[in-house]
């Protein structure tokens, strides 16, 4: 649906072949996603596992929390990144491209397993703002673009080049409280059409 040849590129947090979500939860949907990773050979991988429990947000209402609910929260997002960062250990051995996203200061960056990745491949995430890709929001002034600082991790020179923009000034920005930051969770086509070009290039 984005526009890629079959075989191009496999997203790996949306659906499978029978069009149904993915469970990563489940081993036995993680040995499925990674087989079609190994049988398709996609020239990019890209993944964006679910931030929750790496927010700075979720972080402040920890203590709110039941301790075994956040255990839990915790443990599934983990599990989630680990196996992302298994895959791209694989893209990157074969000779082949991955893209990472997550919030720029969710703690998944922090995550042992994320800093040896970075360093055995001697990479580093670029910090892009969404305001730069057209990500808007609506807030009690009206319409207006939103910052949201978006890490990006990947081992392609030109994806990096084209998604390392930060905000120039000049306007406003929606703060995303109040429930307007779900809405932000789907990529503008901005974004999509960068990521698209950065992948052409390469």
């Known amino acids: 649906e984005h526009g890629f040849s079959p075989g191009m590129a496999y997203d790996i947090e949306t659906n499978d072949e029978s069009g149904m979500p993915w469970d990563f939860d489940q081993v036995e949907q993680r040995n499925k996603c990674m087989r079609q990773i190994l049988e398709q050979k996609p020239a990019f991988l890209i993944g964006s596992p679910m931030c ?3 927010s700075i947000l979720q972080g402040l209402n920890r203590s709110k929390m039941d301790p075994a609910k956040w255990d839990a929260l915790w443990n599934k997002g983990v599990r989630h990144m ?7 250990r694989i893209q990157s051995e074969a000779g082949r491209f991955f893209l990472h996203e997550h919030t720029a200061s969710a703690s998944s960056w922090r995550l042992p397993e994320m800093q040896s990745l970075m360093a055995d491949l001697g990479i580093k995430k670029v910090n892009a703002h969404m305001c730069r890709f057209k990500m808007k929001s609506r807030d009690e002034l009206g319409e207006g673009l939103v910052k949201k600082p978006t890490g990006f991790l990947t081992n392609s020179d030109h994806l990096r080049q084209v998604l390392d923009k930060q905000c120039l000034g000049g306007h406003r920005h929606v703060q995303l409280m109040s429930g307007r930051a779900k809405a932000c969770q789907v990529y503008p086509d901005c974004l999509v059409h960068a990521i698209l070009k950065g992948i052409r290039l390469e």
């Open 52 to 54: 929750t429990a790496f």
């Open 82 to 88: 680990l196996f992302a960062v298994k895959l791209y």
